[in-house]
């Protein structure tokens, strides 16, 4: 018995730091529309939501169809990750407000504009864009910041203080600007993605015009509703320990006695 309460707490525990180092694939949300409509919602993986232009105020729900909780005022831009199709053909899409309870919110998304983002960027420049690795930098090493863009051209960037020393090699596409910079595309390095500047990635500001659109998320639509079990996978996983360690305690002592 005593051994098959070890075998038993040592299975939970694996489950659950599984669990914690899972952060880089899709979160499946602990939401009950979630878990009863899984097979009928696309997940997008983070680092490939889109944000939409709310050119309008906009109301937001609990569930598609469901309670609306609050509103996103016009100019607010949340990135949206999954997306659900009700049975009168409304388009949903879903997203956390990271104000509250981390709750999945919703909102319709049919008739609404992408903000410019990457995809929009390669839609647009794919005559430019080819694929292959940039060989002529592939030894470049550096110590310093690298800087990945979210297209060339946008002002949003991602600093990477720590990088593989032969991240050059991760360039997937290759495009030239106007001006003859070259940027390579990395699909992924270390839980992001972007573009880095081939001639300087160090460099923080390679570029002066601004053609990037809409505004990030900032503002919160979280209220109090009754949003179901709170309770996560983690989170189970460890008063399931708690609970095996218990019964271990309790076996050993009972044989004791």
């Known amino acids: 018995m005593k051994k098959i309460l070890i075998a038993a707490a040592a299975l939970i525990i694996c489950t659950a730091m599984s669990a914690a180092v899972?952060?880089?694939?899709?979160?499946?949300?602990?939401?009950?529309?979630?878990?009863?409509?899984?097979?009928?919602?696309?997940?997008?993986?983070?680092?490939?939501?889109?944000?939409?232009?709310?050119?309008?105020?906009?109301?937001?729900?609990?569930?598609?169809?469901?309670?609306?909780?609050?509103?996103?005022?016009?100019?607010i831009s949340p990135y949206?990750?999954?997306?659900?199709?009700?049975?009168?053909?409304?388009?949903w899409g879903g997203y956390f407000d990271y104000s509250g309870?981390?709750?999945?919110?919703?909102?319709?998304?049919?008739?609404?504009?992408?903000v410019y983002d990457n995809y929009s960027f390669e839609e647009e420049h794919k005559d430019k864009i080819t694929?292959?690795?940039?060989?002529?930098?592939?030894?470049?090493?550096?110590?310093?910041?690298?800087?990945?863009?979210?297209?060339?051209?946008?002002?949003?960037?991602?600093?990477?203080?720590?990088?593989?020393?032969e991240f050059m090699t991760y360039v997937s596409k290759i495009y030239t600007d106007k001006a003859g910079g070259k940027w390579g595309y990395i699909g992924?390095?270390?839980?992001?993605?972007?573009?880095?500047?081939?001639?300087?990635?160090?460099?923080?500001?390679?570029?002066?015009?601004?053609?990037?659109?809409?505004a990030m998320m900032t503002e919160s639509v979280y209220e109090e509703t009754d949003s179901g079990n709170p309770y996560t996978l983690p989170a189970v996983l460890a008063v399931g320990a708690a609970g095996v360690s218990a019964a271990m305690a309790f076996g050993m002592k009972k044989k004791k006695n």
């Open 22 to 75: 899972s952060a880089d694939v899709i979160v499946e949300p602990a939401d009950s529309f979630y878990n009863s409509h899984s097979g009928e919602i696309e997940a997008i993986n983070g680092r490939n939501a889109r944000r939409f232009e709310l050119a309008a105020e906009t109301k937001v729900y609990n569930d598609p169809n469901g309670k609306a909780v609050g509103k996103l005022s016009a100019g």
């Open 80 to 91: 949206i990750s999954y997306y659900y199709t009700d049975k009168s053909g409304v388009k």
């Open 101 to 114: 309870d981390d709750e999945l919110l919703w909102i319709p998304v049919d008739g609404l504009d992408y």
């Open 131 to 165: 694929d292959g690795r940039a060989d002529e930098y592939a030894s470049y090493r550096t110590d310093k910041t690298i800087y990945l863009w979210a297209y060339p051209g946008s002002t949003e960037s991602i600093p990477m203080e720590s990088h593989p020393d």
């Open 188 to 214: 992924y390095i270390w839980g992001e993605s972007g573009w880095i500047y081939l001639d300087d990635p160090t460099d923080s500001a390679p570029f002066g015009e601004d053609v990037s659109a809409g």
